[in-house]
C-alpha cells in the first residue's frame, strides 16, 4: 500500500515539473514571437519614413522642378507674376486692381499665391492687406479664399442682344428721382451700357474731380469675347499705369499691350476664368489673339460699355445728357474719403 502512495507521489511530482517546464517553454516562444514582431515593426517603421525622406527630397523637388515656379516669376520689381495679374484682371474685370502678391512653396509642384486685390467700387487702398488666396497646383492656378468677393463678377451687368429687357423711361426717371434723394455727399459707382458707341478720345474728356470713367470695355462687334481697360489705378508699377495722364492713343496701346502679354503668359494665369458680359469662357489664348488681331486692324477705338464714379450731382448731370439701354448702380458711398 505504502509503495503504491510513493509511486502516485511521484507521478504527481513528474507532472507539475512537466507543466513547470511548458510554461517556461511557452514563455520563451511568445518573448521570442513579440521580439520578432518588434523587429519587424521597427524595420516597417524605417523604410517608411526613408521612403518619405527619398519622396520628399527626391519627387517634390522633381515637381517643383517641372512645374512653374511662381516664386521666380515674382522676383524684380514690377515682377512678372505681378505685371500679368494686374493685367488680367483690369482686362477681365471691372474696377479690380492687384496691388500686390506674396507667395509661399508648399512643395510637390504647389504654392499659395497671398494677394492683396482692390475693388475700386467697394474699398479703398490697403497696402500689405491679403485678401484673395489662389493655389497654384501644378502650373493650374485656382482661387481657394475669396471671402469678400473680389475675384467675382456679376454677369449680365451690361446690356447684350441676348437680353430683351432695355431700360424703360420711367424705369429711368425713377433711378434719377431715387439718386436725387441720396444726400449731396454721397458718391455712386455705376456700369452703364450706351445706346450708341462712344469714342474713348470724347468719354475721357468727362473726367473731372467729381466725375471718373473707372473702367471701359472696348467695343470689338466682331469677337464674341470683349476686353476692357481700367482708367483709374492706385499703383503705379510702371509709366504705363499712369492713366489720368494719357491720350486715347496711349490708353489703346496700353490695352493691346495687356492682350498681349497675356497671349504670352497664359501658362501662368490658366485655369481661371475669362468673364465678358453675360458668358464665361475657359481661359483661351486664341480669343485673345482674335481680340488683338481685331484692335490692331481697326481705325477706332470706342466703347458702349463702360464704369463710372461720382459725386450725386455731377453723376445726374451726366446721365440726364445721354441716352442708355442699361444702368446698374453698382455702390453708393455716403461720402468720399
Given at each position: 500500500m505504502k509503495e503504491i502512495e510513493k509511486e502516485r507521489e511521484l507521478e504527481q511530482e513528474l507532472q507539475a515539473m512537466g507543466m513547470d517546464q511548458d510554461a517556461d517553454f511557452d514563455r520563451q516562444i511568445e518573448q521570442m514571437i513579440n521580439k520578432k514582431i518588434r523587429k519587424i515593426a521597427l524595420k516597417s517603421a524605417i523604410a517608411v519614413v526613408l521612403a518619405a525622406v527619398v519622396i520628399f527630397l527626391g519627387v517634390s523637388p522633381l515637381l517643383n522642378l517641372c512645374n512653374m515656379n511662381p516664386q521666380k516669376l515674382n522676383e524684380g520689381n514690377p515682377s512678372r507674376l505681378l505685371s500679368v495679374m494686374r493685367a488680367y484682371y483690369e482686362t477681365m474685370y471691372p474696377y479690380r486692381e492687384v496691388y500686390g502678391i506674396e507667395v509661399e512653396k508648399e512643395g510637390f509642384g504647389c504654392y499659395t499665391l497671398n494677394m492683396n486685390l482692390l475693388d475700386h467700387s467697394k474699398e479703398d487702398l490697403v497696402v500689405g492687406q491679403t485678401n484673395v488666396t489662389m493655389e497654384m497646383n501644378r502650373g493650374k492656378l485656382s482661387v481657394t479664399n475669396d471671402s469678400g468677393g473680389r475675384a467675382q463678377i456679376l454677369l449680365g451687368a451690361f446690356y447684350t442682344e441676348n437680353q430683351e429687357e432695355k431700360l424703360t423711361k420711367k424705369e429711368f426717371a425713377s433711378l434719377l428721382s431715387e439718386i436725387e434723394k441720396l444726400p449731396q455727399s454721397a458718391y455712386l459707382y455705376l456700369s452703364l451700357s450706351d445706346q450708341k458707341t462712344r469714342k474713348v478720345e470724347d468719354l475721357v474728356k468727362q473726367n473731372s474731380d467729381d466725375f471718373q470713367i473707372e473702367w471701359l470695355?472696348?467695343?470689338?462687334?466682331?469677337?464674341?469675347?470683349?476686353?476692357?481697360?481700367?482708367?483709374?489705378?492706385?499703383?503705379?508699377?510702371?509709366?504705363?499705369?499712369?492713366?489720368?495722364?494719357?491720350?486715347?492713343?496711349?490708353?489703346?496701346?496700353?490695352?493691346?499691350?495687356?492682350?498681349?502679354?497675356?497671349?504670352?503668359?497664359?501658362?501662368?494665369?490658366?485655369?481661371?476664368?475669362?468673364?465678358?458680359?453675360?458668358?464665361?469662357?475657359?481661359?483661351?489664348?486664341?480669343?485673345?489673339?482674335?481680340?488683338?488681331?481685331?484692335?490692331?486692324?481697326?481705325?477706332?477705338f470706342e466703347t458702349k460699355h463702360y464704369c463710372v464714379s461720382g459725386s450725386r450731382d455731377a453723376v445726374l448731370s451726366y446721365l440726364r445728357s445721354g441716352s442708355f439701354e442699361r444702368i446698374l448702380v453698382d455702390n453708393v458711398r455716403f461720402s468720399r474719403l
Open positions: 470695355q472696348v467695343y470689338e462687334p466682331q469677337c464674341d469675347f470683349q476686353a476692357g481697360l481700367s482708367l483709374n489705378l492706385s499703383a503705379a508699377t510702371k509709366e504705363s499705369d499712369k492713366r489720368g495722364e494719357m491720350s486715347a492713343g496711349e490708353l489703346r496701346q496700353v490695352y493691346l499691350e495687356n492682350l498681349e502679354l497675356l497671349e504670352e503668359n497664359i501658362e501662368i494665369w490658366k485655369g481661371l476664368d475669362m468673364p465678358s458680359n453675360d458668358s464665361v469662357w475657359r481661359s483661351d489664348k486664341t480669343l485673345l489673339e482674335e481680340l488683338e488681331e481685331a484692335g490692331n486692324s481697326s481705325d477706332t
